[in-house]
């Protein structure tokens, strides 16, 4: 791949967060999604590459989301997967509340793990724990070896955990291995993220959610040196059978490689609202300001990038 579609990324995620930062707080989910999702397709009309949509927002007839199988760019070689999320946290955005980003990540064509729509069991760490933790084993065990990786007690750990009731169990025995926790409204992809940086306060997460985002995540891990594992949890015997003629073994765990293969891959991400570690959009008159992320799995390279918009220069938001 071409490292200058490393900007090339940070533009499309930078037209999907203006778009969509217009309706925050106003309570309209769907109408922020949909918002992020036409500028990101739009934008995407001036990438030089030819990308496959695996990871996306739904199947062919659901347009005018970015829906599996879609091509995206001009076409034309790099040929690459694409997994988008143009606005992860719909919820957050509608709200008005903490972390809605957007989100792009591709890989080499057949690297990204065509992920079913369904739940994911999830453990992610920052780069001083990889190797250090078992999604098979108890919780209390994790927390030690994040402790003693980080150089910390437990005490001192923060694990981030959706707000969700189906993780009371998980919730209750991290307060009894006597470790802090975050609960989060939603926002997985950018909560694995902030395991690996340590301003964020965050050491790792647990819990499950989208495998789609598991997915997302673990493109940005590769690209920070972190880890995430998974585990799919059908819910039905239609979504175990789905697994299995995706060629997705239901019980195994799986791993880095198995969710994002090959040497090189390239995330990027753009602040909808306030979060850890990305700042909202930002609106004044004909002016708005951005702040994302874009970093590459090859280089290693993590680059915070500004970007201070002229609207009235842009209308149809072509940055």
């Not at 989100?103 to 990889?130: F, S």
């Not at 927390?143 to 009731?165: C, F, M, P, Q, T």
Request: proline residues 4%; aromatic residues 4%; negative net charge.
């Amino acid at each position: 791949m071409e490292r200058s579609l490393t900007l090339e990324l940070v533009r499309v995620t930078e037209a999907a967060a203006l778009a969509s930062a217009r309706w925050m707080g106003l309570g309209k989910k769907d109408e922020a999604d949909d918002a992020a999702t036409r500028a990101m397709r739009k934008e995407f009309e001036n990438v030089p590459m030819e990308g496959i949509v695996v990871i996306g927002e739904g199947e062919m007839d659901e347009a005018p989301m970015l829906y599996i199988g879609e091509k995206l760019g001009q076409g034309g070689a790099p040929y690459v997967d694409v997994a988008v999320d143009p606005l992860e946290g719909t919820n957050i955005v509608a709200k008005g509340t903490w972390g809605g980003i957007t989100v792009i990540a591709i890989a080499d064509r057949g690297n990204l793990l065509h992920a079913p729509d369904m739940y994911m069991e999830k453990i992610a760490v920052g780069p001083k724990a990889v190797g250090k933790v078992d999604i098979n084993a108890p919780i209390i065990d994790n927390l030690k070896a994040v402790a003693e990786a980080n150089g910390k007690d437990i005490s001192d750990l923060v694990a981030i955990v959706l707000d969700r009731d189906r993780h009371s169990r998980i919730i209750q025995e991290i307060r009894e291995a006597g470790a802090r926790i975050k609960l989060i409204p939603d926002g997985d992809v950018a909560a694995a993220i902030n395991t690996c940086f340590p301003d964020t306060g965050v050491d790792i997460l647990f819990g499950s959610g989208g495998a789609p985002e598991g997915v997302l995540a673990a493109v940005a891990l590769k690209c920070l040196g972190g880890e995430i594992q998974g585990k799919l949890l059908p819910q039905n015997e239609e979504e175990r059978a789905r697994c299995i003629q995706m060629g997705i073994d239901p019980d195994r765990v799986l791993f880095m490689e198995d969710l994002v293969k090959g040497d090189d891959a390239i995330f990027a991400a753009t602040g909808v609202t306030d979060g850890e570690l990305l700042r909202g959009v930002r609106f004044q008159g004909t002016r708005a300001t951005t702040q994302s992320v874009v970093m590459r799995a090859k280089t290693g390279t993590i680059r915070f990038v500004e970007g201070n918009h002229r609207l009235e220069r842009k209308p149809q938001l072509v940055l």
